[in-house]
């Protein structure tokens, strides 16, 4: 059973960074197109950014592209999500996942993060 496992959350305060990381325990992400997704209290979940195995990179929006690294390490079948400049608008429940129709994983707890003003 692939248990997406999620990290790296926490508070800060604004302009501040963290970096999370995503892991698919009992399985591999292989070559998929992994993304981060992120929840906001009272909101629907949205796409942050996503990685493909050949590097490509897809960001939400110019502003998450300025401030957000993502990156993947295959041989740690990890994904990686660094935010720096954060705002409190960042604030939101952040998740992992395939980013290609069908071939999802279910959703693990996510890690929250906490930016404040």
Do not use: H
């Not at 995503?22 to 009272?42: E, K, L, M, N, V």
């Not at 295959?74 to 429940?93: F, G, H, R």
């Amino acid at each position: 059973q692939v248990q997406l496992v999620e990290s790296g959350g926490g508070w800060v305060q604004a302009g501040g960074s963290l970096r999370l990381s995503c892991t698919a325990s009992g399985g591999t992400f292989g070559d998929y197109i992994i993304g981060w997704f992120r929840q906001a209290p009272g909101k629907e979940r949205e796409f942050v950014a996503s990685i493909a195995g050949s590097g490509v990179r897809i960001f939400r929006s110019d502003s998450v592209k300025a401030r957000c690294t993502i990156s993947r390490d295959n041989t740690k079948n990890t994904v990686y999500l660094e935010m720096n400049s954060l705002k409190p608008e960042d604030t939101a429940v952040y998740y992992c996942n395939v980013a290609e129709d069908g071939v999802g994983f279910p959703w693990g707890q996510g890690t929250q993060v906490t930016v404040s003003s």
